[in-house]
C-alpha cells in the first residue's frame, strides 16, 4: 500500500505551556539526555569504549540552500583527558578544484552540473553556551577542530551555526533534478582511539568512515511539494505554522512564487550516521517485516515500475539476514530510490539505490548488519564490512533456498578475483588489510574489498561448514553490536566456532593466499 504523511497544524511551546512549566520541560529534556548518554544503546546493550554522542539538529531546506543548527553532547570516555574536540566537515570535499572530492577528474566532468559545486561555512561555534575558537584543518578544510579541555568521564556541550551550499551533482551529498541528496551534511565527530582524534580525509573511492553510533533527534524544515525520508524514525509531520504572526501560514518567497512549509521530525537511537533524501517524486509504498514486534519497511521509488516488487524483496531480506545473523534492532528500514553515482550507500537504518537492481537491493540491506550494527574501520579495515556485505548478497540465495543461483554467482566472483590475482606484474599484491589510500585505483579497491573480500567468507563456510559459520557471523553480530570492531574480533569470534581457523585467514588478509 502507498504510504501518505498526514499534516497537522502545530501549536508553538509557547502556546501549550506557561513560563514554569516550559522551565521544568527543559529540565526533562536534558534528564533525558542524560539518560540517553547513560543508558542507551552502548551502556545497556555493549559497553564501548567511549559513550554514545547525542546530535540534535535544526536543519532547514528552502529548495536551494540549507542551513543548520546542532546541538552535539559528547562524553570522553576514553581513558585520557583530550585537549580538543575534532569533526568533520564532509561537504568541504565537495568545493570546486577540491584535493580529496569524492570525484576524480573524468568524473567530475561527468557528475557536476553546470560547475556548481559545495561546501560548508561555519558561522558560529559554542561549548557549554559560550562562543569560543575553531581551527579548519585537513585537505580542503575538512576537518573542524576546536580548542578544548575534556577530561575522562567528562561531557561537553557543542553548539554550531553552519550554512550549507548543496552541490549539482549525483552524489552522496547533492541536487539533481530527481533527488536532493542530503548525507554528511553536518559537522560530525572524527572516531577516536587510543593515538586520538582520526582525521581521515575524504577519498574518491571507498567509505573513509569511521563513526560511532549514536542518537539523533532532527527536525527538517522544507517546501512542501517535497516528500522526505531520513534515519531512523519519521515521528511527526506537520505544516510549519508561525503562530506569532497574523498571517495564517508561513509561506516563503521563492523566485517569485509563494511555497509552503512543513517540518518533519525524526528520531534514531544507536545508528552509525545520519541521512535525509527528499524528492518531488516520490512513490511511498509500506510494509511489516516479521522480525521482533515486525519491522516497518518502507520504499521510497521514483523511476521503479514494479516498486511493490522491490519492496517485497526487501522484507525478505530484512526476515532472512535477522534469521540466520541475528535480529535487526531497529524498528523501521527505508530503501529509497535516488540519483546516485556510486549505485548505492548505506546509513543508518536507510539504504540508497540509484536504480531497483536486485543485487544492489540486498548488498546495501546486507550493510545494515556489517557497518550500521557492527561498525568498523572502513579506511583500514573496509573488507570486514563490504566483503560481508558482499558474501551476504551471495548467500541470500542459499537463505532462500537456491543453491544452484549461489553456486553460479560464487563461480562468477571467483573467476573475477583469479583475473585480478594474475595482475601482480601491474601493481595488485592482493593485501586486504590496508588503507584505501594505498590503493592504486578503485578496480583494486572493489577487487580486494568486495571481491577477495566475499571470497574470503565463502571459502571460510566451505571449510567450516554451514552450520558453524553461521553461527561464528551470530557471534560476531551480538558480540560487537554497536561497537568498531577490529580484524582480530572477527577472528576470536570465529575461532570459537573452529579453531585454526585464523590460518585461513590470516593469509587472505596479507596477499599470501594465491
Same mark, same amino acid.
Given at each position: 500500500m502507498t504510504k501518505k504523511h498526514t499534516l497537522e497544524k502545530r501549536k508553538t511551546p509557547s502556546q501549550l505551556y506557561d513560563k514554569t512549566t516550559l522551565l521544568c520541560l527543559v529540565g526533562l529534556i536534558v534528564l533525558l539526555v542524560v539518560g540517553i548518554l547513560f543508558f542507551g544503546c552502548n551502556k545497556k546493550n555493549n559497553p564501548a569504549p567511549y559513550a554514545e554522542p547525542y546530535y540534535e539538529m535544526d536543519v532547514v531546506f528552502d529548495g536551494e +540552500? *540549507?542551513?543548520?543548527? +546542532?546541538?552535539?553532547?559528547?562524553?570522553?570516555?576514553?581513558?585520557?583527558?583530550?585537549?580538543?574536540?575534532?569533526? @568533520?566537515?564532509?561537504?568541504? !570535499?565537495?568545493?570546486?578544484?577540491?584535493?580529496?572530492? #569524492?570525484?576524480?577528474?573524468? +568524473?567530475?566532468?561527468?557528475?557536476?552540473?553546470?560547475?556548481?559545486?559545495?561546501?560548508?561555512?561555519? *558561522?558560529?561555534?559554542?561549548?557549554?553556551?559560550?562562543?569560543?575558537?575553531?581551527?579548519?584543518?585537513?585537505?580542503?578544510?575538512?576537518?573542524?577542530?576546536? #580548542?578544548? !579541555?575534556?577530561?575522562?568521564? +567528562?561531557?561537553?556541550?557543542?553548539?554550531?551555526?553552519?550554512?550549507?551550499?548543496? #552541490?549539482?551533482?549525483? @552524489?552522496? *551529498?547533492g541536487k539533481t533534478d530527481n533527488s536532493i541528496n542530503l548525507t554528511g551534511f553536518y559537522p560530525v565527530l572524527c572516531g577516536v582511539d587510543e593515538s586520538g582524534w582520526l582525521k581521515n580525509e575524504y577519498h574518491h573511492f571507498g567509505d573513509p568512515f569511521v563513526l560511532t553510533a549514536s542518537t539523533y533527534f532532527v527536525t527538517l524544515t522544507y517546501p512542501d511539494n517535497y516528500t522526505a525520508c531520513g534515519s531512523g524514525k519519521c515521528t511527526t509531520t506537520y505544516l510549519d505554522i508561525d503562530d506569532s504572526s497574523d498571517d495564517d501560514n508561513n509561506d516563503e518567497v521563492l523566485d517569485g512564487n509563494s511555497v509552503k512549509m512543513k517540518k518533519t521530525e525524526f528520531y534514531g537511537e544507536c545508528i552509525r550516521d545520519f541521512a535525509i533524501i527528499l524528492s518531488e517524486d516520490f512513490v511511498v509504498n509500506t510494509a511489516i517485516a516479521k522480525v521482533g514486534d515486525g519491522v516497518t519497511v518502507d520504499y521510497f521509488s521514483i523511476t521503479d515500475q514494479n516498486p511493490e516488487d522491490t519492496l517485497s524483496l526487501a522484507v525478505d531480506v530484512i526476515e532472512k539476514f535477522s534469521s540466520a545473523f541475528g535480529d535487526y534492532p531497529y524498528s523501521t528500514y527505508t530503501l529509497v530510490e535516488c540519483d546516485m553515482a556510486c549505485g548505492g550507500m548505506e546509513y543508518g537504518t536507510l539504504s540508497v539505490v540509484s536504480s531497483p537492481d536486485k543485487n544492489a537491493v540486498i548488498h546495501e540491506t546486507a550493510h545494515q548488519w556489517w557497518y550500521g550494527v557492527v561498525g568498523n574501520d572502513q579506511v583500514n579495515h573496509h573488507w570486514l564490512d563490504e566483503g560481508l556485505a558482499e558474501f551476504s548478497t551471495l548467500y541470500y540465495h542459499l537463505l532462500r533456498g537456491d543453491e544452484s543461483d549461489f553456486k553460479r554467482d560464487l563461480s562468477a566472483i571467483e573467476e573475477e578475483y583469479k583475473k585480478w590475482a594474475k595482475m601482480s606484474n601491474l601493481g595488485f599484491d592482493g593485501v586486504m588489510d590496508k588503507p584505501i589510500y594505498?590503493?592504486?585505483?578503485?578496480?583494486?579497491?572493489?577487487?580486494? !574489498?568486495?571481491?577477495?573480500?566475499?571470497?574470503?567468507?565463502?571459502?571460510?563456510?566451505?571449510?567450516?561448514?554451514?552450520?558453524?559459520?553461521?553461527?561464528?557471523l551470530k557471534t560476531y553480530y551480538t558480540e560487537n553490536k554497536y561497537k568498531i570492531a577490529t580484524p582480530n574480533d572477527l577472528i576470536s569470534c570465529f575461532e570459537k566456532h573452529h579453531p585454526g581457523i585464523s590460518g585461513v585467514i590470516t593469509p587472505f588478509l596479507e596477499g599470501k593466499d594465491k
Open positions: +540552500e *540549507l542551513t543548520l543548527t +546542532e546541538t552535539v553532547v559528547y562524553q570522553n570516555n576514553t581513558d585520557a583527558p583530550l585537549t580538543s574536540l575534532a569533526f @568533520h566537515l564532509y561537504p568541504n !570535499a565537495f568545493k570546486e578544484n577540491a584535493e580529496c572530492s #569524492p570525484f576524480d577528474e573524468k +568524473e567530475r566532468n561527468l557528475y557536476h552540473h553546470n560547475n556548481d559545486f559545495g561546501g560548508i561555512e561555519v *558561522l558560529d561555534v559554542k561549548i557549554d553556551r559560550l562562543t569560543c575558537d575553531f581551527v579548519l584543518s585537513g585537505k580542503d578544510d575538512t576537518i573542524i577542530e576546536i #580548542p578544548c !579541555a575534556v577530561d575522562t568521564g +567528562e561531557s561537553v556541550v557543542v553548539e554550531f551555526q553552519c550554512k550549507v551550499d548543496l #552541490p549539482r551533482c549525483s @552524489h552522496r *551529498l594505498k590503493f592504486l585505483t578503485s578496480g583494486e579497491y572493489v577487487a580486494t !574489498a568486495y571481491v577477495k573480500g566475499a571470497v574470503l567468507f565463502a571459502t571460510l563456510r566451505e571449510i567450516m561448514g554451514d552450520e558453524d559459520f553461521q553461527n561464528a
